[in-house]
């Protein structure tokens, strides 16, 4: 740490949020990471302005701000919301804040969103305020900022500021020294293994450019302030590196490590491509060593796993959330473990404090005498005082080691350099020295003889995570699991057990392993599509005894019918992977079948072809360890050196002799043959990687090419989007325009339907009015047509009585003479004549009463119209033409009623003359008849006459009224005059 005047504080303010959901039965937490340390606010109420109004501070110096300014350290916000029964964590959302524009004047606070919120409907924000502020005077006791979790130290070193414990570098002694020297008793050696990657083609931008040629990747880490880097590798998808060891010896005491490691910062590795990082992850050491951990002084402690790697800014570059399948991830084992204190650690070179050893794969074994090495059996561990030789590195096809045993693979494989066609096996002492040869090791141990048609086969199972535990009570997980088929009956367990409850998932620490093994394709198959892999999920309880709770079945044989992707082993040989990943169901194992939880696992199958070595050897402890298994017959006869005194005499003859050497020189034959195919097939499996490049460079090539389209396609897409934007606001204000119209339309609508329904009242009244009136004409006709009928009864009544008398009248003037018939004759003229005269003045009458009549209704019209003339001229002028214009309309209009009245009239003129006439011609016929006929005829004829009148004065009548303008059709009059016309004109064609 530098002076007192350079210490800063970065302070993280939390006010206030906005737009979160009301949840009564919750609390709002906010806890806040940086530098490996993590602080949180104090609980506030689940609702819709939150108030924290807390301030979050982390003390460092500039040096160390501008380090992590470098680095794009993030500060991490993570949002929970506690239930307050059963306080339970829920997960609601993050920000990720930079640390570069942080300066120390004041700034204004800003509005964060809270980014993958649960929360969908809502878009919940949080203002967030950061500053840098002097750290010259102590802390007064109104600053808000909540202390960090207090450190466990032990009374013994309480005088001990963790800030001043630095490592030193022993360059003669070859280890770092931490804490002071009357501490520093004890040994240790921290080791970090870069074990394996998956996944890592999602860490590049389709922004970045890489170079030309083929692009280098690697990984990068600072061990104790050491830079270290591994073998650098070219494929992103099928990442191909060794695993590789790094470790430093430390010389130091339990509980000052421990305080340094409590007070060092997250251990961060990075993805790199050149000088970029693409992507790096947090690995915190700071629980290797607890006191509630496992002791040191019995077995290592680890911090291992397979770690999701974060691109840089994500936050920034607002990427999108990535499937938990395809993260890229990466393999890392952190192991710290202590050397005896009286052992004479080998110390490597001066100046030399990082030593870096590539973990090797082990070599191919049977399946039956194979003891692998489980990922959880920490007591195979070897002795740190074993030698370890020096051989020259052989690169591996992507072999992830181990995690909860990388010291005891370490030595495995160096096991396993000095014996190249021997099984690893870890519980072998290893007492030979590095010069050794194969051939004495061949003659010291039992040969067994393995199939020409065997291959070497590498499986990884990763048990990932599990999720949606329902069994009602919290759980202490762990799963066990045991194949025999892959060289050992021994259980492989994940370990520490982890907590999990019901809706919940987690992910499994130390859950990898690896089995290298060989064996016939075909039984191969065979023994996966017959025999699945039992994954038992207990729960460890510290006071009871283990609960088994459930049985995952997990179907091998899906792995051998996956894809199956090549890559090249490292003598050129064509090499096959095959990858399956899926969650499974976890069954009750008491009970119904019923489900526990779901499984989430990934598994490997590697095929690195034909087995070179046709016999291994066994030594006493791995006989001893496999003793339950079977084991073949051993089909190579011992070296003639070994062969006991008590061998029968033949075997010395030379015939034997000669047909043994004829049988090794078979052998030498069959082996220079096979050396040959095997060259050959390794010259075209090289044309073919040729070809295969090629066509890589060419697919490459249209890569890019797409890339460059679719980041086009993007711009394009882009101004479509802010087209869109502006259609989408001019499509609101068109929207709210059509709302104020509608609202408009709304109110005249409703107006006008009042005014409908007031005048639709009316008019029903005027209706009924006007049917009160139709009915009582139709009443008053009634009573006339009744009158008229009986009327006409009489007039019938007085025809038949006349037509009696004239009868009778006939029959007596048939028997008088000629001249009283001719006296009376004159007699009925004279009262013609005198009739005919009353008649004549009666029309007379009438024309003079009628003259009058239209006189005065004329009058009356002339004064009608200049009353309306003198109103008219009190109105405007555009009224006047209004009205002007109306009654033209009317004019016309009654002019054309006229017109066909008018019409309808001479069609009934004609028809009378026409019924005159007919009347006439029946007349004549009626002439020549009998002279009391003639009588009778002539009477008939007056009737017809009468009739005649009367219809002509009734359409003359109308006629008059109509022409003097002040009555029109739809008069009462006028439609009386009409009707009496229609019945005179059917009463005169009825007669």
Known sequence: MGSKSDQLLIVVSILEGRHFPRRPRHLLVVETKFDGEQLATDPVDHKDQPQFSTELAWELDRKALHQHRLQRTPIKLQCFAVD???????SVGYIILDLRPVQEKKQTPKWYPLLSSKYTKVKPEILIGMALESDAKPLTDGFKAKEAPPREVTPAFSNLDPKNITAVLNEEEGYHQIGPPEYCNELFVLSVTVAFASQLEQLIPCTMKLPEERPEFFFYYTLLGNDVTNEPFTDLIN????????????????????????????????????????????????????KSSVDIEKQPVAVEGAFTLIPPN?????????????????????????????????????????????????????????????????????????????SPPSPLNNDPATESEVDSLQEDHRQARQFPHGPSNATE????????????????????????????????????????????????????????FFGSAAPIMTNPPVEIRKNMEVFLPQSYCAFDFAAVPHQLQDTFFRLPLLVEVWHRDKTAKDILLGVARLQLSNVLTSEKTRFLGHSGEQCWRQTYSERVTVTAAKGPSNKVSELCYFMTLENFGLVKTQEIFISDSSQSASAGHPKPVPQSQPPQDHVPQQEPEPRETLEYKAALELEMWKEMQEDLFENQLKQKELAHMQALAEEWKKRDKEREALVKKKVSEYSILEEQLQKTLADLEKREKQLAF???????????????????????????????EDCVHQVELERLKVKQLEEDRHRLQQQLQDAEHKYRLLEKDFLQFRDQQSTKPEIRLQSEINLLNLEKVELERKLESSTKSKLHYKQQ?????????????????????????????LEH???????????????????ELEEIRNELNRLKQQEDKKQSRDERDTATGRTDGHHIQLLNESLDDYLSRLIEERDTLLRTGVYTHEDRIISELDKQIREAIANRSSK
């Open 239 to 290: 990442p191909n590196f060794e695993p590789e060891r790094a470790s430093v010896k430390i010389r130091s005491s339990i509980d000052v490590l421990r305080v340094f490691l409590a007070a060092q910062p997250n251990l961060q590795i990075h993805l790199c491509c050149g000088d970029q990082s693409l992507g790096s992850t947090d690995i915190s050491i700071a629980g290797l060593l607890k």
């Open 314 to 390: 994500r936050a920034k570059q607002k990427l999108p959330s990535v499937p938990l399948e395809l993260q890229p991830t990466v393999g890392v084992s952190v192991t710290l473990r202590k050397e005896g204190v009286n052992s004479q650690p080998s110390s490597p070179d001066k100046g030399q404090a990082v030593a870096q050893t590539p973990v090797k794969k082990r070599v191919v074994s049977p399946t039956f005498p194979k003891s692998p090495a489980p990922v959880q059996r920490a007591s195979r561990a070897p002795s740190p005082n074993s030698p370890s030789p020096e």
């Open 84 to 90: 307050v029964l059963s306080s339970a964590k829920e």
């Open 734 to 764: 068109s929207e709210m325009e059509l709302q104020r119209l509608r609202k408009e339309m709304q109110a005249d609508h409703e107006r006008s339907l009042r005014e409908l329904q007031d005048n639709s009242r009316r008019v029903r």
């Open 853 to 881: 009549w239209g006189r005065a209704l004329k009058e009356l019209a002339r004064l009608k119209q200049r009353e309306q003339e003198n109103a008219m001229a009190r109105l405007k002028k555009q009224q006047q033409e």
């Open 885 to 903: 214009m109306r009654l033209r309309y009317l004019a016309a209009e009654e002019k054309d009623v006229v017109k066909t009245e008018r019409q």
């Open 429 to 484: 002492p290893r007492h030979q020295s590095e010069a050794v040869s194969s051939a004495s090791i061949s003659t010291s141990a039992p040969k067994i003889a393995i199939p020409a048609s065997a291959h070497h086969f590498c499986f990884a199972l990763d048990l990932r995570s599990i999720k949606d535990m329902d069994v009602g009570f919290p759980v202490n997980c762990m799963l066990r699991y045991s194949y025999p």
